[in-house]
């Protein structure tokens, strides 16, 4: 049974910064890509960025591109996002998914190519 864990989020001023982490089981870590979608109220999730099979490929978002970084312990079957410099628009719900895409750049095709999801970690920017 695959199962995803989000811990990290929280509260954070603008400009401030968070590490997300996403522990996950019940499936080979190195054969899969994991990654973080987030949410909006009334939005679909969409994709912030994703991590590759062993070979470590990244993809991000164009709006996270050098304020996010995106990192994997494979010896802890967890996965990582740092979130630096965050402003009011990256508040959401941030869900960490994983499924047997090749690439983590598959990412950015939608939520409905990803099957297994965390529960979710809020984020929230304000001062």
């Known amino acids: 049974q695959v199962q995803l864990v989000e811990s990290g989020g929280g509260l954070v001023q603008p400009g401030g910064s968070l590490r997300l982490s996403c522990a996950g089981s019940?499936?080979?870590?190195?054969?899969?890509?994991i990654g973080w979608f987030r949410q909006y109220p009334g939005k679909e999730r969409e994709a912030v960025s994703c991590?590759?099979?062993?070979?470590?490929?990244?993809y991000y978002a164009d709006s996270v591109k050098g304020r996010f970084t995106i990192s994997r312990d494979s010896t802890k079957n967890t996965i990582y996002l740092q979130v630096d410099n965050l402003n009011p628009e990256d508040a959401a719900v941030y869900y960490c998914?994983?499924?047997?895409?090749?690439?983590?750049?598959?990412?950015?095709?939608?939520?409905?190519?990803?099957?297994?999801w965390g529960q979710g970690t809020p984020v929230t920017v304000s001062s």
């Open positions: 998914a994983a499924d047997t895409l090749t690439r983590p750049d598959y990412c950015s095709l939608g939520p409905k190519y990803v099957r297994y």
């Open positions: 019940g499936f080979n870590w190195a054969y899969w890509v």
């Open positions: 991590i590759g099979r062993s070979d470590g490929a990244t």
